[in-house]
């Protein structure tokens, strides 16, 4: 991509707030930078939103509630499907777009835009969909007429590591569904957010339907409206350490809440795996987005027989990753988003060093400009180190040896976390085993990724509360009503 490209496209994306279906500025006229996190350069500035705008924002979408619930399924699928199609259209500049300001290789960003797209055609096929039942009580006395309808306005929190697909994993059940909402993407990667409004507004969105509130403020400003009466849903995507206090600040309200939050995958590999299907796996389980993922392989849990040969492997794989900046064909790995999250890997590194950890590959931060950091393997990894308990996000695989398949489960369940696990076996038996055992929301068997917006996607135990993506995505906005019907014979 050439920088003219890349200049024409950055000056077409609306960098203002949209309120009731208007762009605007900030109510103070405040803005933010946005940064290319691999020059660190500023390449946008964009409208950063104060709590009034946060408030005109649930006005808007409070507004627009009641017209677009009483909006045929059908004519909602319809807008989604458009904006499938304009967002399809339009591949190449989202994922430009996404690689400035986040920082992946083009390869990825396509593939996100690809994956994110698919939510708007999945749940617009969901929209005609939403169904109830009609049933006869046991006792013969009465009939049972259950029914779904929309849970009301929603507050959508999104993360910075897939600006599009965790916008379009949100918004699409929420129009599904008869949603209004308030859309507050992370401020180091707006831009797509904004992008995709556009899209949204071009595809036939009704004015109010969806308000997008970018700020640097975000409790100042999604606080307030967690506190409104008037907001019904809270979606968030984030750290579990943030998604603790939105779900107390939820409770006053008594809010419906979905929490899609931190992960700690464990990725095993059992004596009887296919050791080439393995290593691919942890390719993608751990270099995909960088492993700036909630479902990124943290712990590479590896057979005893097995563990030096996996690891001189992934070694060899990981070594050939080529660190530059993602609009760079010969890149396989960008930079990390900011200096913050750098070093905390460099730090999460150091410190397994220091517990024992064998340093085989990389682990040096690069000079130069960039938030770049290196693909690293670390073996040889004493299992209460500091980088086995935490999200690395980051491209670091660290190795530690299990004996059997009971301490393979005990140290993959030995976390309060529990998005994904990946598992890699030839045995029907253990999988099946497995598939039972492990504390998990979300289970890769002989592969590397899991996610698909056909399917529900969420953990258990601290990985949050719901699920995003298939039959049970929609539900998440859905309120049940009961009806009770005096027997009609009677």
């Known amino acids: 991509m050439s920088a003219a490209a890349e200049t024409q496209l950055l000056a077409s994306v609306p960098t203002g707030l949209f309120v009731g279906g208007q762009w605007r500025a900030a109510s103070t006229g405040s803005t933010f930078d946005v940064h290319d ?66 920082g992946k290789p083009l390869a990825e960003s396509r593939a996100e835009v690809a994956y994110g797209a698919e939510f708007l055609r999945w749940f617009s096929e969901e929209a005609a969909r939403i169904s109830g039942r009609y049933a006869t ?30 916008a379009t994993r949100k918004v699409a059940p929420a129009l599904a569904a008869g949603c209004t909402s308030v859309l507050k993407p992370a401020a180091l990667t707006p831009l797509t957010a904004l992008l995709f409004t556009e899209v949204l507004r071009e595809a036939g969105v009704p004015d109010g339907v969806v308000n997008v509130i970018p700020t640097t403020r975000a409790g100042a400003v999604t606080g307030p409206l967690i506190k409104d009466s008037r907001l019904r849903k809270l979606s968030f995507t984030g750290s579990t350490e943030v998604g603790r206090r939105l779900i107390a600040d939820a409770a006053d309200q008594v ?150 398949e009971d301490e393979a489960v005990r140290l993959a369940n030995a976390s309060e976390y529990g998005l994904v696990c990946f598992a890699y076996t030839r045995d029907l038996n253990r999988a099946l085993r497995l598939a039972e055992r492990l504390e998990t929301g979300m289970l890769g068997l002989n592969t590397g990724l899991v996610s698909n917006p056909a399917a529900p996607f969420g953990g258990v135990k601290q ?23 005096s027997d009609p014979f009677a």
């Open 463 to 485: 990985s949050g509360l719901g699920r995003e993506g298939g039959f049970e995505g929609i539900h998440e906005y859905l309120e049940t009503t009961y009806i009770g019907i």
């Open 255 to 404: 809010l419906r809440v979905s929490m899609e939050l931190g992960g700690n995958a464990p990725f095993l590999v059992f004596e009887d795996a296919d050791l080439d299907a393995a290593v691919e796996g942890a390719l993608l389980a751990k270099l995909r987005n960088g492993g700036e993922a909630c479902v990124a392989a943290n712990r590479f849990l590896v057979h005893e027989s097995l563990v030096e040969e996996f690891s001189a492997r992934l070694v060899t794989r990981m070594s050939q990753s080529v660190n530059a900046r993602g609009t760079d064909p010969a890149s396989t790995l960008g930079p990390l988003v900011d200096e913050s999250t750098r070093s905390k890997v460099a730090e999460l590194v150091a410190g397994a060093v220091e517990d024992g950890a064998r340093l085989v590959l990389g682990g040096t931060v690069p000079a130069g400009a960039g938030y770049f950091y290196p693909a690293t393997v670390l073996v040889d990894v004493p299992i209460d180190a500091r980088i086995l308990q935490e999200e690395i996000f980051g491209p670091v695989a660290p190795i530690t040896a299990f004996r059997d």
């Open 137 to 166: 009580a046991p006792d013969g006395r009465n009939r049972l007429l259950v029914a779904q309808r929309p849970v009301g306005p929603s507050l959508l929190i999104t993360p910075w590591n897939f600006p599009l697909a965790m």
């Open 37 to 102: 996190p691999s020059t660190g350069e500023v390449i946008a500035r964009v409208a950063d939103a104060s709590p009034e705008d946060g408030a005109a924002a649930l006005d808007a979408a409070a507004g627009a509630q009641a017209a677009w619930a009483a909006t045929a399924p059908r004519t909602r699928g319809e807008i989604l499907r458009r904006a499938f199609e304009l967002v399809t259209a339009r591949a190449d500049d989202f994922a430009l777009l996404m690689t400035l300001e986040m």
